[in-house]
């Protein structure tokens, strides 16, 4: 039995070889001619277990013979089922149909991004515009604003809440639908513009004709509310100061065309220049309380520098210039004088004159500067009123002219000599030259917008860094305007957190969750952003003017308030 199994085993073994030299060839393409002599080599010793990673087979199976004995003698014979051909054959089919390596299917996430949107260098469709503009711009009428949709806003003035505007979008598409045309609508701003020019030449004129039918007849209209300023504060102390030196150049002008004295001549031009520069400090007190415009946003408080810088060029030139050039042309061309009996008295009844001006304005200057808590000295040299302090500073010159006047022509009465009255001359005219100098330089400072004190920039600061809401301080400034008016101007950081919690606290959670949990697309995700955005934008300029108005609030100097968002 055991040749027979052999040789079926032997022909077996020729049936496996030649499937396996047939399926070589059909592998040898794929596998490349360093695969085939492997294969060849397993063929032929009938290796199978190292297979290279290319053409791998699963495992073969084999048969195999096991002799026992049992008991005496006796021999079992087991064989282990052997495949045939055809099933060999299909399974090594399958196996080198199979992939080579097993891919494991890809998993793509695809990540939702909001699409840019290019707005363009204009873009005015979400544009805000009140009615008064929607009506001057695109020559509408109130009526075709009814048919529009409105939007309250909150206001930027102090003396409204809110207010109501329309979308920018829809005034442009309304104007087109009532003129037809944009031509047709920049027809009619060119036809109402012509108007306008034409109305306010009729305006000129009829105010022209008005003025002057006042003056035929005389003006029955109550004095303006202007004029009330000239009876107290530094209106009172300008008006006594122009009454004062009027009299007094009128009586000096006297004396020096009596006595010849130079010294007289210098005091005449002295009050003289006073005069002068002292009803130029009126004008300028009457032009500063004039309610701001268009034009001056901020209103007319500095015209009262401006009116001091001017007097005090006006003292350098008239008052200072005049008296050193009687005072050099004296010493060069000395002359006689004539009796100084006059000349004393009226030089005795300016120092009186000129004393009580001077006390006016000392009371008034230390009554400001104990409102503002400084000292009298600082609150001048600060020029805090400039008005006042021309007519303190002018005045103490006067007195201090007098009194070298006086001195003078004593000399000279005495020693007879008139090179003393000449050098007397000089003296007032280089007082008043340095008065002058003081005048120009605080004034100047004034105008090139000075800061406030130390102290009141600190307590202003602290005041907006202890809210909850702002975290940081930069870029202060706070300017002095004039008439104590301030400025103020400070980049913010504020702390968003705060902010967003300020706009949630007033806010209904319960709706607020139901609204996110319809989010299911990207685009109501962004409608829901952009409906909360913006409503934590207007509770961000909400807060803005909050702390504008408890600066105005607790700082009354404080006039006009500008915060940036940082």
């Known amino acids: 039995m055991l040749p027979g199994l052999a040789a079926a085993a032997a022909a077996h073994r020729c049936s496996w070889s030649s499937l396996c030299r047939l399926r070589l060839r059909c592998r040898a393409a794929a596998c490349g001619s360093s695969d085939l002599q492997e294969w060849q080599n397993l063929v032929t010793f009938g290796r199978f277990s190292n297979i290279v990673p290319c053409c791998t087979l699963n495992q073969v199976k084999s048969y195999s013979t096991n002799v ?72 509408l009428k109130s009526s075709d604003l ?37 031509e047709a609508l920049a027809r009619e701003k060119k036809l109402r ?31 303006s509310r202007t004029t009330s300023v000239f009876f107290k504060g530094p209106g009172k102390v300008v008006m006594v100061a122009i009454c004062i030196n009027g009299l007094n150049c009128f009586f000096k002008f006297l004396a020096w ?35 701001p415009d ?4 901020y209103g007319f408080s500095n015209m009262r520098y401006i009116a001091s810088l001017i007097s005090g060029v006006g003292i350098f030139m008239m008052g200072a210039g005049l008296s050193w050039y009687h005072g050099v042309m004296g010493l060069l061309n000395p002359q006689p004088i004539e009796s100084l009996l006059w000349a004393y008295c009226i030089l005795a009844g300016s120092l009186v004159s000129e004393g009580a001006t001077l006390l006016v304005a000392v009371n008034e200057l230390r ?62 005219g280089t007082l008043l030259g340095v008065v002058s100098a003081f005048l120009i330089y605080t004034n100047t400072e004034a105008l090139l917008g000075r800061s406030i004190q130390p102290e009141q920039v600190q307590r202003l600061t602290e005041l907006l860094e202890n809210d909850p809401s702002v975290r940081a301080i930069h870029d202060v400034k706070a300017t002095d305007l004039g008439l104590g008016k301030v400025r103020f101007k400070a980049e913010v950081d504020f702390d968003g957190r705060v902010v967003t919690r300020s706009y949630l606290e007033k806010q209904d959670f319960d709706q ?7 989010v299911k697309t990207p685009e109501e995700l962004e409608t829901f952003m952009l409906k909360h955005g913006e409503n934590i934008i ?8 909050r702390l504008e108005k408890e600066l105005k609030k607790r700082n009354p100097e404080v006039r006009h308030v500008d915060l940036e968002i940082l």
């Open 146 to 182: 009814e048919q529009l949709r409105k939007i309250r806003r909150r206001s930027p003035h102090e003396d409204t809440e809110s207010f109501t505007v329309y979308l920018r979008s829809d005034v442009e598409a309304k104007s087109l639908e009532v003129w037809g045309s944009p």
């Open 538 to 545: 207007d509770t961000l300029g909400a807060e803005v003017d």
């Open 367 to 428: 009554r400001s500067a104990r409102a503002k808590g400084m000292s009298l000295y600082k609150y001048v040299m600060e020029s805090r009123d400039p008005s006042t302090n021309v007519i303190l500073l002018e005045d103490t010159a006067a007195v201090l002219g007098v009194t070298i006047a006086a001195t003078c022509m004593g000399l000279t009465s005495i020693t007879g000599n008139p090179l003393y009255d000449s050098l007397g001359s000089l003296g007032v």
């Open 193 to 223: 513009k012509e108007a306008e020019i034409e109305y306010r030449e009729r305006l000129f004129r009829n105010q022209k004709v008005l003025r002057e039918y006042r003056e035929f007849l005389g003006n029955t209209k109550p004095r």
């Open 257 to 291: 065309i009596y006595t010849g004295s130079a010294s007289m001549f210098s005091e005449a031009i002295h009050s003289l220049s006073d005069t002068c520069n002292q009803a130029l400090l009126a004008l300028g007190i009457s032009k500063s309380v004039q309610t």
């Open 68 to 139: 026992r004995k049992e008991g005496q003698g006796s021999q079992t014979h087991k064989m282990e089922k052997v495949p045939s051909f055809d099933e060999a054959a299909e399974n090594i089919g399958t196996e080198l149909k199979a992939p080579l390596i097993k891919q494991e299917p890809l998993q793509v996430r695809v990540k939702a991004v909001l699409k840019k949107r290019e707005y363009g260098p204009k873009y005015t469709q979400n544009n805000f515009i009140t009615g008064v503009r929607a009506m001057n711009e695109f020559c």
């Open 512 to 518: 607020m969750l139901q609204e996110i949990q319809e």
């Open 294 to 297: 268009p034009t001056h946003p």
